[in-house]
Each structure stands twice: as C-alpha cells, then as structure tokens.
C-alpha cells in the first residue's frame, strides 16, 4: 500500500513563497508520474502541477505558470511544490497525488495540506 503525506502548508502573506512536501512510502513505489492538486472551499479541484518519476518532465496549469514549481528527489520518494508570489487565489487545500500507470486517474492521494493566503 502506498502513503503520500504532505507537509508545508501554512498562512503566508500576498506575495510570500510556500514550498510543498509530498512524501511517499509503501513496499513498492514506482509511479510513473505525480501531481499535485488544489481545491478551494466552494470549487472543484483542479489540477496544479505534474512530474514523470523517471524524465522528470513537468506540466503545470496555466494559473500557475512561472510562479509554481514542481521537482522531485526519487531517492527520498518525494515531489515538492515551489510557489513564488502566492495571492489569496491560491489559498486552498493542496493535494499530491501518484499514478501507477498511464492513461488512468490518479490511485494514490495525500490527505492534502492547507494553504492559506492573506492579502
């Protein structure tokens, strides 16, 4: 069984930065890609920023294009999430997410971490 637990979140100001931690653990961990997500109370959530574990190439949402940066550390099982010059329409609970295989939603999520942006 694989676990995704996120940390970082917190209350930042407008134009502060925040940097997500999402870390994974199970007998077997080998996904081909994670992302991560974000759901503001009242919205449906929405997809941020993804990875592939091996190429390390990335895909991010328009919304957060040049602010946000996703990386990872496949020697620690771990995704993070940069985000530079946060507004207050960034708060929401942030979400890291895992899939096994292509082409299928993701199977494994974290339990999501709160971020929280006061202008």
């Known amino acids: 069984q694989v676990q995704l637990v996120e940390s970082g979140g917190g209350l930042v100001q407008a134009g502060a930065s925040l940097t997500l931690s999402c870390a994974a653990s199970?007998?077997?961990?080998?996904?081909?890609?994670m992302g991560w997500f974000r759901q503001a109370p009242g919205k449906e959530r929405e997809f941020v920023a993804s990875?592939?574990?091996?190429?390390?190439?990335?895909n991010y949402a328009d919304s957060v294009k040049g602010r946000f940066t996703i990386s990872r550390d496949n020697a620690k099982n771990t995704v993070y999430l940069q985000m530079y010059s946060l507004t207050p329409e960034d708060a929401a609970v942030y979400s890291c997410a895992a899939r096994s295989t292509w082409n299928v939603p993701y199977n494994y999520w974290g339990q999501g971490t709160q971020v929280t942006v006061s202008s």
């Open positions: 199970g007998r077997t961990f080998s996904p081909v890609d």
């Open positions: 990875i592939t574990w091996r190429g390390g190439s990335t």
